[in-house]
């Protein structure tokens, strides 16, 4: 046995996580020997009270993160909004590199960051969320030595996240969130047994340094998927680093399947909306020439007339297809962001 320790903690919570963290900061206890890190994805442009919330809701002090700080054991480190949260050598980075199934900051970026720099002491921590984020992260930590503690979908609020987790990164450390606190000091308080010490992970590395917007001058991390990155449009290279393969560009978008298949449905509305307007335009105009006497020559009011005809028909098309395309329950209820919850937040902070 060793004098080690798990005392680094990396917490991911997305839609209806703001209630999960106020419940697991409340069971830490004031002698905490870990640091605590948090992401919570909210909207860019959209201030954040976190900080202040997490502060008031347990023993720990709890602040937004500021660039190159040391972590400390009894804190709690919150990401602020558009930036990424790493761990890296003992420093925390904020980080504007690109986003994850389309949020800044992202849990997996953070949790990659802690599986790279303390391995074994690391603890992931996967709570309420929409989509699958944090699950490709929370294996990655398990893969250094570290250990997973996810809280128990049937009482978070939105189970997708927890579900997403266990599957990728099965764990028997399964709790509500009120509990959470309390399995946490259990688990930093454990002793850290003598392992080996594992080879480096360049996949690992490059993802990390994706993150931190380091410029990447290889694609070959991973094979061409074959799909565009809805972000930027490049070519997206194939990950199957566990049971569920996922994307990234070159320049580092991040996308799991279901954000990927979200995304391209949401791009392909707006690629319908555009093509109905363009019609409706040709239409209206054709008509405009069909009835202007300066521009009737023998049949030609008639063919802009049929030319009218012809869009009005495609337009109804589309927008039959438009109607269709939002009746198809092809969208998990979940995929709300917590800046859509204002009930969430208590009164005096919305």
């Given at each position: 046995m060793t004098g080690r320790h798990r005392d680094?903690?990396?917490?991911?919570?997305s839609a209806g996580g703001v209630e999960s963290l106020r419940a697991l900061v409340a069971g830490l206890p004031p002698d905490l020997p870990a640091s605590v890190l948090v992401v919570l994805h909210l909207?860019?442009?959209?201030?954040?009270?976190?900080?202040?919330?997490?502060?008031?809701?347990?023993?720990?002090?709890?602040?937004?993160?500021?660039?190159?700080?040391?972590?400390?054991?009894?804190?709690?480190?919150?990401?602020?909004?558009?930036h990424h949260l790493l761990l890296l050598d003992g420093h925390l980075r904020l980080s504007h590199g690109p986003a994850e199934n389309g949020h800044r900051p992202a849990v997996d970026p953070l949790f990659r960051s802690v599986a790279r720099t303390a391995g074994p002491r690391g603890i992931g921590v996967v709570l309420s969320g929409s989509r699958d984020d944090g699950a490709a992260g929370l294996a990655s930590i398990v893969a250094r030595g570290g250990t997973a503690v996810v809280q128990d979908p049937a009482e978070a609020l939105y189970s997708s996240m927890p579900l997403a987790a266990l599957a990728q990164a099965p764990t028997e450390h399964v709790a509500p969130a009120a509990k959470l606190g309390g399995l946490l000091a259990e688990l930093t308080a454990m002793p850290l047994p003598d392992g080996p010490r594992l080879p480096a992970d360049s996949l690992l590395d490059t993802e990390v340094a994706m993150s931190d917007l380091v410029s990447i001058t290889s694609d070959r991390f991973a094979p061409p998927a074959g799909f565009g990155c809805p972000a930027c449009g490049g070519g997206l290279f194939q990950i199957d680093d566990g049971p569920v393969p996922r994307y990234r560009c070159r320049v580092g978008h991040a996308w799991s399947p279901e954000s990927l298949l979200d995304e391209q449905a949401i791009a392909l509305e707006g690629a319908l909306w555009m093509a109905l307007r363009a019609l409706e335009e040709k239409s209206e105009l054709s008509?405009?020439?069909?009835?202007n006497g300066t521009h009737r020559r023998a049949g030609t009011g008639t063919r802009f007339d049929n030319i009218a005809a012809d869009a009005d028909a495609a337009g109804a098309t589309i927008r039959r297809l438009i109607a269709r395309l939002g009746s198809m329950p092809d969208r998990d209820p979940d995929t709300a962001t917590p800046g859509d919850h204002p009930d969430e937040l208590p009164s005096d902070v919305r």
């Open positions: 680094v903690i990396a917490v991911g919570a909207p860019r442009d959209a201030p954040s009270a976190l900080p202040s919330i997490l502060n008031r809701s347990g023993p720990l002090p709890a602040a937004s993160v500021v660039e190159g700080e040391h972590i400390r054991p009894g804190h709690i480190y919150v990401a602020p909004i558009d008509r405009r020439m069909a009835a």
